[in-house]
């Protein structure tokens, strides 16, 4: 059981570049979420989903895409860097409604 | 909206001293609220959540955290503080209904003095 998978763990990127962060999770979670944390900032929701097919915008969806076609596997694509984007970003799942979200060992992003 | 405020970016202890980090929460249902920790160079870890039972909650590693709803806090400690317990911590609530959408406070340094 490895739970939430996240690669690469680093990469650079130089302005208008694309590039898709994966993110798999085998805990048979309905729910997946992508974070972005920048220093002082905290943890901000990026994109949702909760089931294949079905996925939402959190606060800062804008220069992201999301799609859901398993339960296991959720990617976030990058349409075209922007120093801006240059963060650490976290997938997580959680089983449903309230329940805990376990995070993977997250993304380190750099757009120059 | 739901929002989360943790006071002092920065905190300091000596080993064996009382932590506590703070955090106060906004909530307009009666909320779902979790502290995680962060090590360096890793993902974030659930260390105590409060679903709505008891007020005083225990977690991993020692540490507490007491609901006090009159106060909208959510304020966590730990009696002793270890070297190992030197890590980022954060707040985070709930926005609750269908999904579970977490709202995150900016997150405390705890550093521990020798």
């Known amino acids: 059981n490895a739970g939430v998978t996240q690669t690469p763990k680093f990469q650079v990127l130089k302005t208008g570049q694309s590039m898709t962060l994966q993110c798999a999770q085998d805990?048979?979670?309905?729910?997946m979420s992508w974070y972005r944390q920048d220093p002082g900032m905290g943890l901000r929701l990026i994109h949702y989903?909760?089931?294949?097919?079905?996925?939402d915008q959190g606060e800062v969806p804008n220069g992201y895409n999301v799609s859901r076609s398993t339960t296991e596997d959720f990617p976030l694509r990058l349409l075209s860097a922007a120093p801006s984007q240059t963060s650490v970003y976290f997938c997580?799942?959680?089983?449903?409604?309230?329940?805990?979200?376990?995070f993977g060992p997250g993304t380190r992003l750099t757009v120059l | 909206a739901q929002s989360v405020t943790q006071l002092g970016s920065h905190v300091s202890v000596s080993e064996g001293a009382l932590v506590l980090l703070r955090c106060n929460y906004s909530?307009?249902?009666?909320?779902?609220l979790f502290w995680y920790v962060q090590y360096p160079n890793q993902g974030l870890q659930l260390l105590l959540k409060?679903?709505?039972?008891?007020?005083l909650v225990k977690g991993i590693n020692g540490f507490e955290a007491e609901f006090k709803k009159s106060e909208t806090s959510f304020h966590l400690t730990k009696p002793s503080a270890h070297m190992s317990d030197a890590a980022e911590y954060f707040c985070?609530?709930?926005?609750?209904?269908?999904?579970?959408?977490?709202?995150f406070g900016t997150g405390t340094l705890l550093a521990v003095q020798p």
């Open positions: 997580a799942s959680q089983k449903g409604g309230r329940d805990t979200q376990y």
């Open positions: 805990m048979n979670h309905e729910y």
């Open positions: 989903s909760v089931g294949a097919g079905i996925t």
């Open positions: 909530s307009s249902v009666p909320p779902y």
């Open positions: 409060y679903t709505s039972a008891a007020t």
């Open positions: 985070a609530v709930s926005e609750g209904g269908a999904t579970n959408k977490l709202i």
